[in-house]
Structures are given as C-alpha cells and as structure tokens.
C-alpha cells in the first residue's frame, strides 16, 4: 500500500542545480524520518541528506555546503536541492521513508553530471 513516488532527476552540467522531490502515498501514520540515499556505479549505497519530523538534518560529508533537504510532514513529501553539482554526483538517487519500525525506498532516479 506504501509507494514513495520520485521526480525531479535528469542530466545537467557540472556546477549546475536540480531538485528532487518524492511523495510518500499509501496509508501512512508518524514518519519519523524522511531522506535521500545514492548508488554509483561499484559502489555501495551511501547517505546523502536525511531529516526528521522534528526537523533535524544530517548530510553526508560529500554534499555539506551544496545539498539541502526539507519535507512537508503534513503531505508526506521530501525534496532535495542540489547545487555546484559535480561529476561525482553523477549516480542513482532513492528516496527513503522510516516509520513504525520499517524501511521503504523510491525505485531510483538517475542523475548525472557532465564534466
């Protein structure tokens, strides 16, 4: 019944912005958190931004300064703005959602950065 619903990825160049967002539908009660996780090609999945229903953020040491998380708890929904985008962000972006005890991820959407 849970289904997190992603837009917003594509290709752009480097020191360029785009915007994820991700909806979460479904009969869903106190999500606790919301974020944003990534895949490279060899590598594994890795933190970018998280944020809780308090509002509390975390980012991944690679993103500080450039990446900025923010949520809507009252529709269920979660975005991503990236800028000074870099080559090395090029990689599969999945949206996550934690509540009552359970993990749940968007399909993925791709996102690369040319150089």
């Known amino acids: 019944q849970v289904q997190l619903v992603e837009s917003g990825g594509g290709l752009v160049q480097a020191g360029g912005s785009l915007r994820l967002s991700c909806a979460a539908t479904?009969?869903?009660?106190?999500?606790?958190?919301m974020g944003w996780y990534r895949q490279a090609p060899g590598k594994q999945r890795e933190l970018v931004a998280t944020?809780?229903?308090?509002?509390?953020?975390n980012y991944g040491d690679s993103v500080k300064g450039r990446f900025t998380i923010s949520s809507d708890n009252t529709k269920n929904t979660v975005s991503l703005q990236m800028n000074s985008l870099k080559a090395e962000d090029t990689a599969v972006y999945y949206c996550?959602?934690?509540?009552?005890?359970?993990?749940?991820w968007g399909q993925g959407t791709q996102v690369t950065v040319s150089s």
């Open positions: 996550n959602v934690y509540f009552r005890w359970s993990d749940y």
């Open positions: 944020i809780t229903r308090g509002g509390s953020t």
């Open positions: 479904g009969i869903i009660f106190s999500i606790s958190r």
